[in-house]
């Protein structure tokens, strides 16, 4: 998948596994984003996974609830 559909999915993820709200996960994503938590992910699409976006998303709630 691309950067932005790996942003999405763990965006998606944070909402349906911690039962969280659209809005507060995006703004979780892009704290994330913006403390360069996903700038490997930019620089090589390959770690880009379904695998990853779940270990992501579970990174990203812990640290930016």
């Known amino acids: 998948m691309t ?3 790996h942003l999405d999915e763990v ?3 944070i909402t349906e596994k911690y039962d969280i709200a659209d809005d507060a996960a ?3 994503v892009m704290l994330a984003q913006a403390d360069d938590f996903f700038t ?3 620089d090589d699409e390959s ?3 379904l695998d990853r976006a ?12």
Do not use: R
């Not at 992501?56 to 812990?62: L, M, P, R």
């Open 54 to 65: 779940h270990l992501d998303a579970k990174a990203v709630f812990k640290k930016y609830k």
């Open 40 to 42: 490997g992910h930019d």
């Open 11 to 13: 965006t998606t993820l």
């Open 26 to 28: 995006i703004e979780m």
């Open 47 to 49: 770690i880009c996974t």
């Open 3 to 5: 950067y932005e559909e």
